[in-house]
């Protein structure tokens, strides 16, 4: 039986429309779930969580929307068990595949709620210090984060239902920011569920968190000056997002996260048999199949020293021989499906694609899926391009497959492995493993201005590290470039996106009495 997932806006479950999207069992191909078209009313709900959201919510202090916080996460563990059946029926994931998305958002929700909680009783956030603008030191200016009036619009991509809305959620609610969440189509009743459960809850001021599925259309529209959108997705939807008369016309603050060709780099002095190679064929695998390659954050240009090219290919290809594909319900499955056969179809076009400039190196499509139809499961298989000589190849440094799939690529010396990384034209993150830590350091350094994180791992960091494509709400995600430009999480860092520098001006006194509000926010 399949459920149709309704929009809330203005504090009210909108009514059914008529059926214009389907969502599937990407493994089954059953019927899970349907949405409508375009949404109604979006410009009564929007001014509602203006009004009502934004004003109930700012009326509260830092700390007691972190308590919020804290309940709403108290409200997902509470519904988990039903998060995984939801993912595992509509993304095709298995258990340890879901939890990076489920478990993901809960984490990023705990932390938010943690260290705002050291913002106490504040109500504005200050950024730095006091400047002395007069000769007798009287006539300051403070500059200060106000939380802005509008709403943030959240326009998420299908592989993270959940991390996607929580990541960007908590900062914004954190902040006092009333949020509007519109999930991919295709993986929209995770997110569903989990906005229908918070707001049973009754956590939330009526406003503060709305929802729409199954179209984008309007949504933009319905944007006003201090609104921001946040958005997550393909590097075309992000243009047609930039255009709009929202963000030309009317300087709505907009955040882009789009893809991006993550590389990773072996050092040279991390030789066959070292533990640095080791840790490399470890990591290169777990990228390459955790959520099938469906991370945006995945590794999709591995960057190895030319000697030791064959050694990588054939300790990668022998952990990938041993990795089950198919129904996540089967227990020995290790990978499940792809989000849907469409991506199916895009992933095997893209492997055919970069074949033209790569050879196979592993081709795990030789092994038959465990219990899934070939014909109908959006299963894929492993794939491990290479590519000896990289200065021969352009492609691959420009078409991201978004599934199991990576490309090994050559490098003669450090400064050529840092220009391939380059050719990425900015990516969320680059990854580095070697046995030294000087030359981990200055790797690190060249590539920061084109990455917005660098992964260095050493043997000392080798069971304790996060991982290169999990992204810590401690540190910043996002990346220059194609990977979109945009910024989020990175602790406090996070909430200046929902918040509008001010520089206050006037007497000392007048500022000094902003201490018993604030908080400093750069900390
Ligand atoms: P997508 O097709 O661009 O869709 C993303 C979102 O935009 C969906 O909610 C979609 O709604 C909506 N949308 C589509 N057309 C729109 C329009 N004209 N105006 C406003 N919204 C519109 O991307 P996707 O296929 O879901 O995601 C895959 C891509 O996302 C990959 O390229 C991946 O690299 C990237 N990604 C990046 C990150 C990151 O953090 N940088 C994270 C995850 C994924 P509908 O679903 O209703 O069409």
Known sequence: MSIYLRNYLSNSWQSEAHVANTLTDPVTGETLATTGGAAENLDAGFAFARSHGSTALQAMTYGQRAAMLGDIHKVLQANRDAYYEIALANSGTTKADSAVDIEGGAYTLGYYAKIGAALGDAKTLLDGSAAVMSKDQLFQSQHILAPIRGVALFINAFNFP???????????????????IKPAT??????HRMVADVIAAGILPAGALSIVCGSSAGLLDALQPFDVVSFTGSADTAATIRSHAAITRHSVRANIEADSLNASILGEDAAPGTPAFDLYATELVREMTTKSG???????????????????????SAKLASVSVGNPRNAEVRMGSLVSREQFDHVQAGIAKLKSEAS??????????????????????????????????????????FGPASTLLGYRDAAHAVSLAHRGMGSLVASVFSNDHGW??????????????????????GKTQTGHGNVMPASIHGGPGRAGGGEELGGLRALGFYHRRSALQGSSATLSALASVAANWNT
């Open 294 to 316: 469906q991370r945006c954050t995945a590794i999709r240009r591995a960057l190895v020293p030319e000697k030791y090219f064959d050694a990588i290919a054939e300790a990668v």
């Open 186 to 191: 295709v993986t929209a009743w995770l997110t």
């Open 440 to 461: 981990l350091a200055q790797i690190g350094q060249q590539l920061a201005a084109s990455h917005g994180r660098v992964h260095l791992v050493s043997p000392d960091v």
């Open 162 to 180: 959940s991390w996607g809305l929580w990541e960007k959620a908590a900062p914004a609610l954190l902040s006092g920011v009333p949020v509007v």
């Open 360 to 401: 196979v190196l592993y081709d795990g499509s030789k092994q038959a899926l465990i219990d899934a139809d070939p014909a109908i499961a959006a299963c894929a298989s492993p794939v491990l391009l290479g590519i000896r000589n990289a200065d021969t190849a352009s492609l691959v440094h420009d078409h991201e497959i």
